[in-house]
């Protein structure tokens, strides 16, 4: 008997993030940007206007053009799938939510003046978190602490010393998170957040 061949939505949360940020990317081309910049942007705004609450996440949707996204979900794609199967997708969705909303915040309050869009914050998370998904109780590896230093101090250096339009905040938050969740589930045996 002949095997059927099927294609398995094996990752659902981040098949599901891929697809809202290309979906939203078609949108900010169809809309000349204005979508991007209305919804998928945050920046400093008033705390009366609804929409600063809403962008705080969904900022990570929006990208400045094909080569912001394409460099985003490449890795998304790589590791997202990895980190659902081991800690779930329930948290991975909960990690990506906290991910951003802290460096949507933290840019907000140390940048007033830049706006912030794309999914750079959560792909450092998942680069970060990628590499504790190995450690046993009690111990750090080595992995985690070399790209906790090259990553870091890369960032802190391009944040002092480049005047690119990338915000090294959002990376350096992203990182910060993706260590702080490899060690919560180690601290408490996977346990859901």
Request: net charge neutral; hydrophobic share 50%; aromatic share 12%.
């Amino acid at each position: 008997m002949k095997k059927k061949f099927f294609i398995d939505y094996n990752a659902p949360v981040t098949l599901t993030f891929s697809l809202i940020c290309l979906l939203v990317l078609l949108l900010t081309n169809a809309t000349n940007g204005y979508s991007l910049r209305l919804l998928f942007m945050t920046y400093n705004d008033s705390l009366f206007n609804p929409l600063t609450y809403l962008r705080l996440v969904t900022y990570v949707f929006g990208h400045a053009g094909w080569d912001h996204f394409l460099g985003n979900i490449m890795y998304i794609l790589l590791l997202g799938p990895m980190i659902e199967e081991k800690y779930g997708s329930k948290n991975l969705m909960k990690m990506i939510l906290i991910t951003a909303v802290i460096g949507g915040i933290a840019n907000n309050i140390l940048f007033p003046n830049i706006a912030l869009c794309g999914a750079s914050g959560v792909v450092f998370m998942m680069i970060v978190l990628a590499s504790a998904t190995s450690f046993e109780k009690g111990q750090i590896p080595l992995t985690l602490i070399l790209v906790m230093v090259i990553y870091l101090g890369q960032e802190v250096y391009d944040a002092l010393y480049s005047a690119d339009n990338i915000s090294q905040l959002a990376h350096i938050a992203g990182g910060i998170c993706g260590a702080a969740f490899g060690l919560y589930f180690r601290s408490y045996h996977k346990e859901p957040m």
